[in-house]
């Protein structure tokens, strides 16, 4: 990651997230806290892949593997014979192990954008799965690959709370509590396989300790 120094205004870690264009929630969340504790203890997925992927350490095929994993979260609520979002991420992780193409997957992903949904779960299914594989054949843009990730698990959290949604009293809570629910497991997803990057804030550390900005 290259920090910008005109933009940085404390010296709490957090800062990074400034750097980034992170989500606004995010930032509030890591500003009173250890790099350790955020990484540790954050309840929501996608903003642990963003940071990852945006903080520039991270091999790019671990961060394809963190998305693929958080909407597989989300695939047992795509209607039974839909196979599109299914494929695309199954044709990524064949990617991963090199038993694919990066062609392979641009096509899986074509299919799992076209295919059709009638409910707001199901779109949100195939919108995870063909962002995930998406992730896969951004090798040159770092940028569009940390929003890629992150957006797909977001949307995989996304996908249970439409499903729990429905016209009866306190809908709108079960909703809430279940894609909060979906965020805190994929985060654990994403601490299982991406171990908790530090390039970034060891360079803005040592910027610190420099007086670089003060």
């Known amino acids: 990651m290259n920090i910008d120094i005109s933009k940085i205004k404390t010296t709490h870690w957090s800062e990074l ?3 980034i264009n992170a989500n606004s929630d995010c930032y509030d969340y890591a500003r009173s806290i250890s790099y350790q504790e955020f990484w540790d203890n954050s309840p929501r997925g996608d903003w642990l892949i963003y940071f990852a992927a945006k903080e520039g350490s991270v091999p790019r095929k671990l961060i394809v593997k963190a998305a693929c994993q958080c909407v597989r979260l989300s695939l047992p609520y795509v209607k039974q014979d839909e196979l599109r979002p299914f494929q695309a991420i199954e044709t990524t992780e064949l990617w991963l192990e090199d ?12 299919a799992a954008y076209s295919a059709n949904a009638a409910d707001s779960a199901s779109y949100a299914a195939y919108y995870a799965a063909a962002v995930a594989a998406a992730t896969a054949y951004a090798a040159d843009s770092a940028s569009y690959a940390a929003d890629s990730a992150s957006y797909a698990a977001y949307y995989a959290a996304a996908v249970a709370a439409a499903t729990a949604y429905a016209p009866a009293d306190y809908a709108a809570y079960a909703a809430y509590a279940v894609k909060k629910e979906m965020q805190q497991k ?11 990057p530090t390039e970034a804030v060891k360079q803005f550390e040592r910027l610190v300790s420099m007086k670089a900005f003060w």
């Open 17 to 19: 997230f400034l750097q």
């Open 99 to 110: 038993k694919a193409t990066i062609e392979e997957v641009k096509l899986a992903v074509d």
């Open 186 to 196: 994929a985060a654990d997803i994403v601490r299982s396989i991406i171990p908790m």
